[in-house]
């Protein structure tokens, strides 16, 4: 009998295949852990925003103090503003004897109390915004963008003016009414102790050198704050454009290194080439 081939006998055995030799891998050293990160940096953070949450509280505090006093003022003299207020002692013939009495001849202009109310209200409204902002990076640990600490440094240099400007007229309006209440001196009594007289001016002048002397410590007070406020504003967005710059160089030497072909890449290349 005939066997029919490819189904009796076998094939023989395919011969094994060589594998070509692989050159040994250079072994490479251990990653190494990542130095763990300094409290320096963190610590640093805390105490700059610790020290702008403590000179906005500062400013709020100041600028209700000058808030307060100037609206009871406003109320005490029915609208009238005090300063730049022109006037004289007049004599007056009574019957029984000879007094003088002090005449108004120029209220001050309002504006001048209202724009020194008004920017009190602007820092102390501003001041608790920026508090509780300030606060709440100091609790999450968080930093500001670079856009938002400029931005923060353009509104405290305007407050400082404004509150500048405020304090100004409040002291110079002010000393202009208490020269020409005492005449620059020439009365009997103080510019202090006339708010004890009625000056029958139709207002209530009982209290307007308490008044306008603790607004006018608030608003310097408070020029203080918000100048203290400014300078660490510059300081944060000084430190921010520094390391802006320390971030585009390391950005910039790292695309270098990318893009400069190693001596381990060549050598791989060449290695590919001759195989």
């Not at 094939?11 to 190494?32: E, Y």
């Not at 608030?218 to 921010?240: D, E």
Request: charged share 15%; with cysteine; glycine share 4%.
């Amino acid at each position: 009998m005939r066997t029919r081939p490819g189904r009796g006998a076998r094939d023989p055995p395919a011969p094994p295949l060589r594998s070509l030799p692989r050159a040994p891998r250079p072994a490479q050293p251990p990653a190494a852990s990542p130095p763990p990160l300094s409290p320096g940096p963190a610590m640093a953070l805390n105490n700059f925003l610790f020290a702008q949450c403590a000179c906005y509280f500062l400013a709020f505090l100041f600028s209700f103090v000058v808030v307060v006093p100037l609206s009871e003022n406003g109320h005490d003299f029915r609208g009238r503003c005090l300063l730049f207020t022109e006037g004289m002692w007049l004599s007056a013939n009574l019957t029984v004897q000879e007094r003088e009495r002090f005449t108004v001849q120029e209220w001050g202009p309002p504006a001048a109390c209202r724009f020194s109310l008004l920017a009190s209200l602007l820092s102390l409204l501003l001041a608790a915004a920026h508090a509780w902002r300030t606060l709440f990076f100091l609790c999450k640990g968080h930093e500001g963008s670079f856009f938002s600490a400029f931005l923060n440094l353009l509104v405290s240099a305007f407050v400082v003016f404004l509150v500048f400007i405020a304090s100004t007229i409040v002291s110079v309006g002010f000393t202009m009414w208490c020269d020409t209440i005492t005449e620059k001196g020439t009365v009997a009594h103080s510019c202090e102790e006339l708010q004890d007289i009625d000056l029958e001016l139709g207002v209530d002048n009982s209290a307007f050198y308490d008044q306008f002397a603790i607004a006018q410590f608030g608003l310097w007070a408070s020029w203080l704050a918000w100048l203290a406020i400014t300078t660490l504003a510059f300081l944060k967005v000084y430190h921010n454009y520094r390391q802006e710059d320390l971030l585009d160089s390391l950005i910039h030497e790292k695309e270098l290194l990318l893009a400069r072909p190693s001596p381990r890449t060549s050598f791989q290349e060449e290695k590919s080439a001759v195989i």
